[in-house]
């Protein structure tokens, strides 16, 4: 009697694991679909039977994580989603920020912490320096390519190839006149795997210059950049890569890393 409970008991972690695993699935197969994607599609994408699909986007929508596309009838993700990223984000700052001023009051320059979402670049949260001739990012989208930006290029340094490729094909296709760019940017994005800093000279706007590393923490990889005149950036590496790369160690270790085989 007692083994057939435990055999009972490990049946329903198992199963419970399983639901998990695939509600996983379908969340991620919904991700960067706006306009949403019916029950036959997601199934067909995660492959699995169209009633398994509907009945966990049931449940998932039950729980705000998946809603109603519109009169389509399809499914993309949902408001809850938005809610625990923005939570984690708020999480991040007050955690990291303290860091950040102690950076910026370092340097006496502007830092910048950032994410990424796809091909973007999203600054989280900044701190200005307090001198007459300073750089002040935008907190939001940055309007440039994720890879024309030294946190952007951190991100994409810290991505593994499976995430990093598709997202290349998306926006330096190999088969194309862009062939040659890729090429240039997966060498430095080697580079900046050795070195652990990526760097901007103008790339980004006229007369801006940055400094990024990239930081791999429990809430996903975030980027914290220094950005400045690209008058001032004609210093050795290390005045900029030192005290980054001090920071990024701060920052793991405070708020906990996540170790990159």
């Not at 600054?123 to 300073?134: H, N, S």
């Not at 935008?138 to 951190?154: D, E, N, S």
């Amino acid at each position: 009697m007692h083994s057939q409970v435990q055999g009972e008991a490990a049946e329903n972690r198992q199963g419970g694991i399983q639901v998990i695993a695939r509600a996983a699935a379908i969340m991620r197969a919904l991700s960067g679909q706006p306009q949403g994607l019916s029950l036959g599609a997601i199934a067909q994408r995660v492959k699995l039977p169209r009633s398994t699909v509907q009945r966990i986007v049931c449940a998932l929508e039950a729980e705000g994580l998946v809603e109603s596309a519109g009169q389509g009838g399809g499914f993309r993700l949902g408001p809850e989603l938005n809610r625990l990223i923005y939570q984690t984000q708020i999480d991040i700052i007050s955690a990291i920020r303290p860091l950040l001023e102690e950076l910026s009051a370092g340097l006496q320059e502007s830092i910048v912490l950032c994410a990424a979402e796809r091909d973007q670049v999203v600054v989280i949260d900044r701190i200005v320096a307090e001198r007459e001739l300073r750089v002040v990012f935008p907190v939001g989208v940055l309007r440039a390519p994720i890879h024309q930006t030294a946190p952007g290029k951190a991100l994409l340094a810290a991505m593994p190839d499976g995430q990093l490729h598709p997202l290349l094909d998306e926006i330096l296709p190999a088969d194309t006149a862009q062939a040659d760019d890729r090429a240039a940017l997966l060498a430095e994005l080697e580079e900046i795997r050795k070195s652990g800093v990526a760097t901007d000279y103008e790339s980004y706007r006229e007369g801006v210059a940055a400094f990024a590393v990239a930081v791999h923490t429990v809430f996903g990889d975030f980027a914290i950049a220094i950005v400045l005149p690209a008058s001032r950036a004609q210093k050795p590496l290390a005045v900029f890569a030192k005290p980054l790369l001090a920071c990024k160690q701060e920052v793991e270790r405070k708020i906990g890393a996540v170790v990159r085989g």
